[in-house]
């Protein structure tokens, strides 16, 4: 049984203070159990819990089951047992709580429980981890992405089989619940992920990762990026196309942007910006005048379709402006999202 102290632990924030928590978990015990804890207790303590017990009247279930899992928590922290097995905990809850919140309780126990593990599995690559859920069942790996990080897991679910997508957002959205068998078997694949992890090669985006440490120099930056180009000329130049990348246009000022527009030639803006992210269009369209705005508008529809090739290459056009008018030192862009402050 756990110390009588465990009951009584400083109050976290919440709906519940800590006594009125001890008080939940006492009178889910019954009298016996509950008067052992009591007969432990100091007279002030003994005094605070039981005047709560008694105003206590019609308790929600979902307050029962916080105060339950608030004080599992906290036992396994301060008791340093750990290595109770999870068919002795299910009968243990059983019989102190019933079924149903015993069962609650548990997956709460164990989903905790799994969520370290998937942490490890952020440093493999997307691609790796698709292959490796990608002939399990639609629930698997819906529960599987459940437990990821969102960024990961739009990641996975994007190098997942294009037609089967759908059907595993569909099932990750009604997760409410992971049942015991769902999660040893999500234990289990975990495990095979992990054992073979250390077998991947990792996978790094050397070019980007200087473009974006250059973007973020505080000062010098222009020299920086001339010994570079002494070194390497041809790394240098992919490093500035990942630097420039059409994406920045989104966060200029529209006194910048009102000058890139008139250094660029409508036709050029209008292949540039099919299929661009919602951010550049619009922030290209608000440094229009409204006149200039929906002819433009009206000059992408008339474009029609336009093969992918010649979009990039209009938009490595379009930003190769973009840098001669910094060179020239016309403009000054800002080349990453950097917090702001009221």
Not at 124 to 131: D, V
């Amino acid at each position: 049984m756990a110390e009588a102290s465990d009951l009584m632990a400083a109050a976290e924030p919440g709906a519940l203070s800590a006594v009125e928590r001890a008080a939940i978990v006492l009178l889910s015990m019954g009298e016996e159990p509950a008067a052992a804890v009591l007969r432990c207790l100091s007279r002030e303590e003994l005094l605070d819990v039981t005047q709560v017990m008694s105003r206590m009247s019609g308790i929600k279930v979902d307050s029962v089951k916080t105060a339950i899992q608030h004080f599992f928590d906290d036992y396994r922290e301060q008791s340093g047992v750990h290595g109770a097995s999870r068919s002795y905990l299910k009968r243990s809850l059983d019989l102190a709580l019933g079924g149903d919140i015993a069962n609650s309780v548990l997956h709460n126990i164990y989903g905790d429980a799994i969520r370290p593990k998937m942490q490890r599995l952020q440093w493999a690559s997307p691609k790796w981890l698709a292959e490796h859920i990608a002939y399990e069942h639609v629930r698997m790996q819906a529960v599987f992405l459940a437990f990821l990080p969102p960024h990961l897991a739009s990641e996975v679910i994007a190098a997942l089989p294009a037609e089967g997508r759908d059907l595993v957002l569909l099932n990750v959205a009604r997760l409410q619940e992971v049942d015991r068998e769902l999660l040893v078997e999500l234990e289990e694949l975990v495990e095979r992920c992990l054992a073979g992890l250390g077998q991947q090669s990792a996978s790094v985006e050397g070019v980007r990762q200087v473009a974006e440490i250059l973007n973020r120099l505080p000062a010098d930056r222009q020299q920086m990026v001339e010994r570079l180009r002494a070194h390497d000329p041809d790394v240098m130049g992919e490093i500035e196309l990942s630097m420039y990348d059409f994406l920045v246009l989104s966060r200029q000022s529209e006194a910048v942007l009102t000058r890139v527009i008139e250094e660029v030639a409508p036709e050029l803006w209008a292949v540039a910006l099919k299929g661009a992210e919602g951010a550049v269009r619009n922030a290209i369209l608000a440094a229009m005048p409204r006149r200039q705005a929906q002819n433009f508008e009206e000059l992408i529809r008339r474009s029609g379709p336009v093969p992918l090739s010649r979009v990039e290459q209009a938009r490595a056009e379009v930003m190769a402006r973009v840098k001669a008018l910094v060179d020239a030192g016309e403009i000054e862009v800002q080349l990453f999202a950097e917090a702001t402050v009221e």
